[in-house]
């Protein structure tokens, strides 16, 4: 079985709502869809690819992929709204999220997305997501309005996810918007690999995966930066920065989960040899990138007795489905 745990659909529903905002972020229609205005740098084109379950499901087909673990992607990202309009939207697409895996069972997964900006309106949204529309994991953004997600204002909710023993699957979002953003296209290509990073950094030495050590939290884009440069930061540790890590940057990481995308196999390699392959999940991040490139990928980069592991069964045991 295939499972393809990063795999991003963005519901009419949701999109509609963002039709003549004049503030970022705000969506227009377009003949095949829709234009999605993350900022004064960032837009993104959803067609078909995007937006229509029913196209996706053809996608899965043609490809060979069971099951997709689907979130929202950037436009899920609803931390910096007014309350009330936070806790709407995350209804909404959580109810989203609830109606793919009740219209196509088995081929969809739905991730809870939450009203960061406050920790009990989160927790309840959480609780609803879960007991009311049997969602099976939590998508979190990087940051939440440019804030740490290790503040201590959200324990609350880190708190209710391990109780509930959900993976939580983040995601980049809009990372170095402001001051001013970064130039050249950086900040999805680049700048997204780092707001990841810099998040479970602060997961790490800010001592939430301490507080709460059955989180289990699933890193994107193989790990970002940080399985790169995790001896540099063992130096610095050494130095004495973060006096209250209980452990090395390395033994960290290999607690955490990892996904495939990365388009080099070095890059995948070098992984594999920091972290067990129990902990390495199959994604495609479609449809920004292509699902059947990434499959070929894993075909070839993964080594053969690790392969039926990677492919599905370490998301389904993640997911408590094995």
């Given at each position: 079985?295939?499972?393809?745990?990063?795999?991003?659909?963005?519901?009419?529903?949701?999109?509609?709502?963002?039709?003549?905002?004049?503030?970022?972020?705000?969506?227009?229609?377009?003949?095949?869809?829709?234009?999605?205005?993350?900022?004064?740098?960032?837009?993104?084109?959803?067609?078909?690819?995007?937006?229509?379950?029913?196209?996706?499901?053809?996608?899965?087909?043609?490809?060979?992929?069971?099951?997709?673990?689907?979130?929202?992607?950037?436009?899920?990202?609803?931390?910096?709204?007014?309350?009330?309009?936070a806790?709407?939207?995350?209804?909404?697409?959580?109810?989203?999220?609830?109606?793919?895996?009740?219209?196509?069972?088995?081929?969809?997964?739905?991730?809870?997305?939450?009203?960061?900006?406050?920790?009990?309106?989160?927790?309840?949204?959480?609780?609803?997501?879960?007991?009311?529309?049997?969602?099976?994991?939590?998508?979190?953004?990087?940051?939440?309005?440019?804030?740490?997600?290790?503040?201590?204002?959200?324990?609350?909710?880190?708190?209710?996810?391990?109780?509930?023993?959900?993976?939580?699957?983040?995601?980049?979002?809009?990372?170095?918007?402001?001051?001013?953003?970064?130039?050249?296209?950086?900040?999805?290509?680049?700048?997204?690999?780092?707001?990841?990073?810099?998040?479970?950094?602060?997961l790490?030495?800010?001592?939430v995966?301490?507080?709460?050590?059955?989180?289990?939290?699933?890193?994107?884009?193989?790990?970002?930066?940080?399985?790169?440069?995790?001896?540099?930061?063992?130096v610095?540790?050494?130095?004495?920065?973060?006096?209250?890590?209980?452990?090395?940057?390395?033994?960290?990481?290999?607690?955490?989960?990892?996904?495939?995308?990365?388009?080099?196999?070095?890059?995948?390699?070098?992984?594999?040899?920091?972290?067990?392959s129990e902990?390495?999940?199959?994604s495609?991040?479609?449809?920004?990138?292509?699902?059947?490139?990434?499959?070929?990928?894993?075909?070839?980069?993964?080594?053969?007795?690790?392969?039926?592991?990677?492919?599905?069964?370490?998301?389904?045991?993640?997911?408590?489905?094995?």
């Amino acid at each position: 079985m295939i499972v393809d745990s990063q795999w991003h659909w963005h519901p009419p529903a949701l999109l509609d709502r963002h039709l003549g905002r004049t503030q970022y972020p705000r969506a227009s229609r377009t003949d095949d869809g829709y234009v999605y205005e993350v900022s004064e740098d960032e837009t993104w084109n959803y067609d078909a690819r995007a937006t229509d379950l029913d196209f996706q499901v053809k996608v899965l087909d043609g490809v060979g992929i069971d099951t997709a673990i689907v979130s929202a992607s950037v436009a899920g990202d609803l931390s910096d709204r007014v309350a009330g309009e936070a806790v709407e939207l995350s209804i909404l697409l959580n109810e989203e999220m609830a109606r793919a895996e009740s219209t196509y069972p088995e081929r969809f997964i739905g991730l809870a997305h939450l009203p960061l900006a406050d920790a009990d309106q989160a927790v309840d949204v959480l609780q609803d997501a879960v007991s009311r529309l049997g969602l099976a994991g939590v998508m979190m953004p990087g940051n939440v309005a440019g804030e740490t997600i290790a503040t201590e204002r959200l324990y609350p909710v880190y708190e209710a996810v391990e109780a509930l023993g959900l993976p939580i699957f983040l995601h980049p979002t809009r990372s170095f918007r402001h001051p001013k953003p970064l130039p050249y296209r950086m900040e999805v290509s680049l700048g997204y690999m780092f707001d990841t990073s810099l998040a479970t950094m602060g997961l790490i030495v800010g001592g939430v995966l301490d507080r709460f050590p059955d989180l289990k939290i699933v890193h994107p884009h193989a790990g970002g930066t940080l399985p790169y440069v995790h001896g540099r930061l063992e130096v610095y540790r050494h130095k004495g920065w973060w006096p209250d890590m209980k452990r090395s940057f390395g033994e960290y990481l290999q607690g955490l989960y990892f996904d495939t995308v990365c388009n080099e196999p070095e890059t995948l390699e070098l992984l594999m040899k920091l972290v067990p392959s129990e902990q390495i999940l199959f994604s495609t991040d479609f449809p920004y990138f292509s699902s059947r490139k990434a499959l070929e990928f894993a075909r070839t980069y993964v080594p053969d007795a690790d392969l039926p592991g990677v492919l599905g069964q370490n998301a389904l045991k993640l997911l408590g489905r094995l």
